[in-house]
Protein backbone atom coordinates (compact mmCIF):
# COMPACT_ATOMS: atom_id res chain seq x y z
CA UNK A 1 0.00 0.00 0.00
CA UNK A 2 1.57 3.11 -0.77
CA UNK A 3 -0.72 5.74 0.25
CA UNK A 4 -0.72 7.75 3.82
CA UNK A 5 -0.41 5.55 6.99
CA UNK A 6 -1.36 6.84 10.44
CA UNK A 7 -0.99 5.00 13.52
CA UNK A 8 -2.75 4.32 15.46
CA UNK A 9 -6.01 4.32 14.26
CA UNK A 10 -7.88 5.19 17.60
CA UNK A 11 -6.70 5.91 20.88
CA UNK A 12 -8.40 6.12 24.11
CA UNK A 13 -6.79 8.13 26.42
CA UNK A 14 -7.60 9.63 30.37
CA UNK A 15 -7.51 13.84 30.85
CA UNK A 16 -4.35 14.89 31.49
CA UNK A 17 -2.25 11.97 29.67
CA UNK A 18 0.03 12.39 26.87
CA UNK A 19 -0.49 11.14 23.36
CA UNK A 20 1.47 10.65 20.23
CA UNK A 21 0.67 10.02 16.44
CA UNK A 22 2.33 8.90 13.62
CA UNK A 23 1.94 9.39 9.89
CA UNK A 24 3.91 8.41 7.32
CA UNK A 25 3.75 9.93 4.13
CA UNK A 26 3.71 8.89 0.61
CA UNK A 27 7.33 8.43 -0.26
CA UNK A 28 9.10 11.73 -1.97
CA UNK A 29 6.00 13.78 -1.35
CA UNK A 30 7.92 16.89 -0.11
CA UNK A 31 4.91 18.32 2.00
CA UNK A 32 3.04 17.26 5.06
CA UNK A 33 0.49 18.55 6.91
CA UNK A 34 -1.82 17.53 10.24
CA UNK A 35 -5.86 18.59 10.11
CA UNK A 36 -7.91 18.18 12.89
CA UNK A 37 -11.92 17.24 12.21
CA UNK A 38 -14.80 17.26 14.75
CA UNK A 39 -17.92 15.56 14.55
CA UNK A 40 -19.72 17.21 11.76
CA UNK A 41 -17.19 19.61 10.63
CA UNK A 42 -14.88 20.06 7.59
CA UNK A 43 -10.89 19.19 8.48
CA UNK A 44 -9.26 22.36 10.41
CA UNK A 45 -5.55 22.87 9.72
CA UNK A 46 -3.28 22.62 12.22
CA UNK A 47 0.03 22.50 10.59
CA UNK A 48 2.74 21.89 7.67
CA UNK A 49 6.14 20.79 6.77
CA UNK A 50 8.24 21.51 3.82
CA UNK A 51 10.50 18.26 3.62
CA UNK A 52 12.32 18.64 7.70
CA UNK A 53 11.20 21.92 8.00
CA UNK A 54 7.91 23.41 10.15
CA UNK A 55 7.11 26.46 7.97
CA UNK A 56 3.35 27.04 9.90
CA UNK A 57 1.04 26.43 12.85
CA UNK A 58 -2.26 27.07 13.34
CA UNK A 59 -3.26 29.06 16.37
CA UNK A 60 -5.65 26.04 16.95
CA UNK A 61 -2.25 24.20 17.92
CA UNK A 62 -1.72 25.65 21.74
CA UNK A 63 1.36 25.02 23.20
CA UNK A 64 0.42 21.32 24.66
CA UNK A 65 0.73 20.39 20.73
CA UNK A 66 4.22 19.50 19.14
CA UNK A 67 4.66 18.24 15.42
CA UNK A 68 7.88 16.84 14.12
CA UNK A 69 9.26 15.65 10.98
CA UNK A 70 12.72 14.14 11.64
CA UNK A 71 14.71 13.77 8.21
CA UNK A 72 11.69 14.82 6.16
CA UNK A 73 10.24 11.50 6.32
CA UNK A 74 7.59 10.31 9.11
CA UNK A 75 6.25 12.92 11.36
CA UNK A 76 4.54 12.59 14.39
CA UNK A 77 1.83 14.77 16.63
CA UNK A 78 2.30 14.88 20.21
CA UNK A 79 -0.32 16.37 22.39
CA UNK A 80 0.68 16.73 26.45
CA UNK A 81 -1.73 17.33 29.24
CA UNK A 82 -4.76 16.18 27.11
CA UNK A 83 -8.42 17.50 27.72
CA UNK A 84 -11.65 16.58 26.77
CA UNK A 85 -11.59 19.20 24.13
CA UNK A 86 -9.08 17.39 22.23
CA UNK A 87 -11.08 14.25 21.39
CA UNK A 88 -11.23 14.30 17.65
CA UNK A 89 -10.00 12.63 14.15
CA UNK A 90 -6.44 13.44 13.70
CA UNK A 91 -5.71 13.48 9.56
CA UNK A 92 -2.43 13.62 8.36
CA UNK A 93 -1.88 14.61 4.33
CA UNK A 94 0.80 14.65 1.79
CA UNK A 95 1.55 16.20 -0.88
CA UNK A 96 4.74 16.72 -4.11
CA UNK A 97 5.08 20.23 -5.39
CA UNK A 98 5.35 20.22 -8.72
CA UNK A 99 3.45 21.67 -11.68
CA UNK A 100 1.19 19.02 -12.48
CA UNK A 101 0.58 18.33 -8.77
CA UNK A 102 0.42 21.30 -6.98
CA UNK A 103 -0.99 20.82 -3.43
CA UNK A 104 -3.55 17.61 -4.55
CA UNK A 105 -3.08 16.56 -0.84
CA UNK A 106 -3.58 12.91 -0.15
CA UNK A 107 -5.06 12.00 3.34
CA UNK A 108 -4.50 9.35 5.52
CA UNK A 109 -7.22 7.32 7.07
CA UNK A 110 -6.98 9.65 10.28
CA UNK A 111 -6.52 8.68 14.10
CA UNK A 112 -9.49 8.93 16.26
CA UNK A 113 -8.33 10.18 19.52
CA UNK A 114 -11.30 10.25 22.44
CA UNK A 115 -9.92 11.97 25.80
CA UNK A 116 -12.13 10.56 28.64
CA UNK B 1 -9.36 35.41 4.94
CA UNK B 2 -10.44 32.55 2.72
CA UNK B 3 -13.83 31.08 3.50
CA UNK B 4 -16.07 28.11 1.54
CA UNK B 5 -19.79 27.24 2.35
CA UNK B 6 -21.92 24.79 1.72
CA UNK B 7 -25.44 25.50 2.59
CA UNK B 8 -26.53 21.78 1.95
CA UNK B 9 -26.25 20.70 5.45
CA UNK B 10 -28.02 16.67 3.75
CA UNK B 11 -29.44 15.68 0.52
CA UNK B 12 -31.10 12.57 0.27
CA UNK B 13 -32.24 10.92 -3.52
CA UNK B 14 -32.84 8.04 -5.18
CA UNK B 15 -30.65 6.13 -6.82
CA UNK B 16 -30.30 6.80 -10.43
CA UNK B 17 -31.12 10.36 -10.03
CA UNK B 18 -28.76 13.07 -10.56
CA UNK B 19 -27.58 15.65 -7.63
CA UNK B 20 -25.49 18.78 -7.23
CA UNK B 21 -23.90 19.71 -4.65
CA UNK B 22 -23.63 23.47 -4.28
CA UNK B 23 -20.38 25.33 -3.30
CA UNK B 24 -20.10 28.96 -2.56
CA UNK B 25 -15.93 30.41 -1.67
CA UNK B 26 -14.51 33.93 -0.37
CA UNK B 27 -11.19 34.66 -1.39
CA UNK B 28 -8.97 37.67 -1.81
CA UNK B 29 -6.50 35.89 -3.70
CA UNK B 30 -6.30 36.79 -7.19
CA UNK B 31 -5.19 32.96 -8.23
CA UNK B 32 -6.64 30.06 -6.08
CA UNK B 33 -7.11 26.44 -6.76
CA UNK B 34 -10.49 24.40 -5.42
CA UNK B 35 -10.97 20.81 -4.86
CA UNK B 36 -13.70 18.51 -3.88
CA UNK B 37 -13.14 15.46 -1.61
CA UNK B 38 -15.42 12.71 -0.60
CA UNK B 39 -15.51 11.23 2.41
CA UNK B 40 -16.98 7.70 2.67
CA UNK B 41 -18.21 5.90 5.80
CA UNK B 42 -15.10 4.48 5.92
CA UNK B 43 -13.55 7.97 7.31
CA UNK B 44 -11.05 8.28 4.45
CA UNK B 45 -10.88 11.62 2.84
CA UNK B 46 -10.57 10.75 -0.64
CA UNK B 47 -9.28 13.56 -3.45
CA UNK B 48 -11.54 13.95 -6.51
CA UNK B 49 -10.54 17.63 -8.16
CA UNK B 50 -8.50 20.45 -7.89
CA UNK B 51 -9.58 23.47 -10.42
CA UNK B 52 -6.98 26.46 -10.66
CA UNK B 53 -8.77 29.48 -11.26
CA UNK B 54 -7.83 30.45 -13.94
CA UNK B 55 -9.16 27.68 -15.69
CA UNK B 56 -13.05 27.91 -15.82
CA UNK B 57 -13.36 25.38 -18.18
CA UNK B 58 -16.15 22.80 -16.84
CA UNK B 59 -14.70 19.64 -16.19
CA UNK B 60 -16.26 15.96 -16.50
CA UNK B 61 -15.11 12.34 -15.49
CA UNK B 62 -17.22 9.46 -15.65
CA UNK B 63 -20.31 10.40 -13.76
CA UNK B 64 -18.92 13.36 -11.99
CA UNK B 65 -18.77 16.78 -13.52
CA UNK B 66 -17.93 20.69 -12.13
CA UNK B 67 -19.42 23.56 -13.28
CA UNK B 68 -16.67 26.46 -11.81
CA UNK B 69 -18.37 29.85 -12.31
CA UNK B 70 -15.73 32.90 -11.28
CA UNK B 71 -18.40 35.00 -11.16
CA UNK B 72 -20.29 34.22 -8.76
CA UNK B 73 -17.65 32.44 -6.83
CA UNK B 74 -19.15 28.79 -6.84
CA UNK B 75 -17.74 25.53 -7.71
CA UNK B 76 -20.47 22.98 -7.90
CA UNK B 77 -20.60 19.44 -8.17
CA UNK B 78 -23.22 17.04 -9.99
CA UNK B 79 -23.39 13.17 -10.12
CA UNK B 80 -25.20 12.09 -12.51
CA UNK B 81 -27.49 8.62 -11.83
CA UNK B 82 -26.14 8.59 -8.66
CA UNK B 83 -25.57 5.31 -7.44
CA UNK B 84 -25.55 3.70 -3.42
CA UNK B 85 -22.08 3.79 -3.40
CA UNK B 86 -21.90 7.28 -3.54
CA UNK B 87 -23.55 7.90 -0.29
CA UNK B 88 -20.60 9.45 1.58
CA UNK B 89 -19.98 13.13 3.06
CA UNK B 90 -18.54 15.54 0.36
CA UNK B 91 -16.19 18.78 1.70
CA UNK B 92 -15.17 21.34 -1.02
CA UNK B 93 -11.90 23.19 -0.22
CA UNK B 94 -9.70 26.32 -1.11
CA UNK B 95 -6.61 27.02 -1.41
CA UNK B 96 -3.84 29.63 -2.50
CA UNK B 97 -2.09 28.22 -5.59
CA UNK B 98 1.54 29.71 -4.55
CA UNK B 99 3.42 29.30 -0.95
CA UNK B 100 1.62 28.22 2.10
CA UNK B 101 -0.78 26.41 0.91
CA UNK B 102 -3.41 25.20 3.83
CA UNK B 103 -6.55 23.49 2.68
CA UNK B 104 -9.75 25.51 4.00
CA UNK B 105 -12.52 23.34 4.07
CA UNK B 106 -16.09 24.01 3.74
CA UNK B 107 -18.44 21.93 6.73
CA UNK B 108 -19.56 19.19 3.59
CA UNK B 109 -22.84 17.68 2.52
CA UNK B 110 -23.37 14.67 3.53
CA UNK B 111 -25.29 12.37 0.38
CA UNK B 112 -27.52 9.75 0.72
CA UNK B 113 -28.37 7.70 -1.58
CA UNK B 114 -31.60 4.53 -1.42
CA UNK B 115 -32.08 1.98 -3.40
Known amino acids: DTGVSQDPRHKITKRGQNVTFRCDPISEHNRLYWYRQTLGQGPEFLTY????????KSRLLSDRFSAERPKGSFSTLEIQRTEQGDSAMYLC??????????????FGPGTRLTVL | AQKVTQAQTEISVVEKEDVTLDCVYE???????LFWYKQPPSGELVFLIRRNSFDEQNEISGRYSWNFQKSTSSFNFTITASQVVDSAVYFC????????????FGTGTRLLVSP
Open chain 1, 49 to 56: FQNEAQLE
Open chain 2, 93 to 104: ALSRNTGFQKLV
Open chain 1, 93 to 106: ASSLETRQTSNEQF
Open chain 2, 27 to 33: TRDTTYY
